[in-house]
């Protein structure tokens, strides 16, 4: 069996494409089959990144970040209801011996 290998797009290209898709009065499936990208691709692009005209740079999405941020958040709960797991084992482990 051969590993399927995609197709990487550097920065640059991926801001070309989305300035292409704000400023043409082209549809996203046509920019699509034009740079001879994947159906769908532009879009997931456009959801991914904001086009920053200051800095003519890609930076991520609002959405993107907030999920970012949910994800360490999510981690972070999870270390702490651990912690207080093993906290109240302890603590009833040392009330225990208190009673004995």
């Given amino acids: 069996m051969s590993k399927k290998t995609y197709r990487q797009f ?10 292409l898709l704000e400023s043409s009065g082209k ?20 959801q991914r990144y ?6 003519q740079s ?6 993107v970040a907030a999920q970012k941020e949910i ?3 999510e981690r972070e709960l999870k270390i702490a209801q651990m912690e207080r797991d093993i906290l109240k084992k302890a603590v009833s482990i ?5 009673k004995e």
Avoid at 10 to 19: D, P, R, V, Y
Avoid at 27 to 46: A, N, T, V
Avoid at 50 to 55: E, G, I, K, R, T
Wanted: glycine residues 8%; aromatic residues 6%.
């Fill in 10 to 19: 550097s920065e640059g290209f991926k801001l070309e494409a989305l300035q």
């Fill in 27 to 46: 549809s996203m499936s046509q920019i699509e089959r034009d740079l001879g990208i994947s159906p769908g691709l532009l879009g997931k692009w456009r």
């Fill in 50 to 55: 904001q086009v920053d005209q200051s800095s």
């Fill in 58 to 63: 890609l930076t991520a999405s609002d959405m």
């Fill in 71 to 73: 994800r360490r958040l």
């Fill in 94 to 98: 040392f009330s225990q011996e208190e």
